[in-house]
C-alpha cells in the first residue's frame, strides 16, 4: 500500500528544521533525504525509521530501539540499517530533529 499524502506532509513537517528535504517513493514507502543522503524512511505500513550507522547503532540498540529486519523468500532474516523511532517522537519535531541530526551525523 502506498503512503498517502498526509503521511508524506507529516514526516517532512516532523523533520522540517534539519533544512530543505528532498522524498523520493520508493517499494510503496518513502525515502527521506537532507543533502543527497537518506537518513530516514517512511515504510508503507507508515512505520518512520532512522538510519543507523558507526556508533548510533549501539546508541539505538541501548534505548531499546527496534532495528528493521524482515524474513526472505528463502527463510533467511535480513537486517536493515534502520531503526523505528519511538512513538513519543512523532509528536515531538524537536525531539525528532534531534535524533536524526545525530544519525546524519553518523552517515
Given at each position: 500500500m502506498a503512503?498517502?499524502?498526509?503521511?508524506?506532509?507529516?514526516?517532512?513537517?516532523?523533520?522540517?528544521d534539519l533544512g530543505p528535504l528532498t522524498t523520493r517513493k520508493m517499494f510503496g514507502g518513502l525515502g527521506i533525504y537532507l543533502d543527497g543522503s537518506?537518513?530516514?524512511l517512511m515504510?508503507?505500513?507508515g512505520a518512520l525509521l532512522l538510519k543507523?550507522?558507526?556508533?548510533?547503532i549501539d546508541i539505538y540498540e541501548a534505548e531499546g530501539w527496534i532495528r528493521w529486519t524482515y524474513q526472505r523468500k528463502n527463510g533467511a532474516q535480513s537486517a536493515m540499517p534502520y531503526w523505528?523511532?519511538?512513538d513519543?517522537?512523532?509528536d515531538d519535531?524537536?525531539?525528532?530533529?534531534?535524533w536524526a541530526r545525530s544519525a546524519i551525523a553518523h552517515l
Open positions: 503512503l498517502s499524502d498526509e503521511e508524506i506532509g507529516f514526516v517532512t513537517d516532523l523533520f522540517s537518506i537518513f530516514a515504510r508503507s505500513d543507523g550507522a558507526g556508533d548510533m523505528e523511532i519511538p513519543e517522537l512523532r519535531a524537536s525531539a525528532a530533529c534531534d
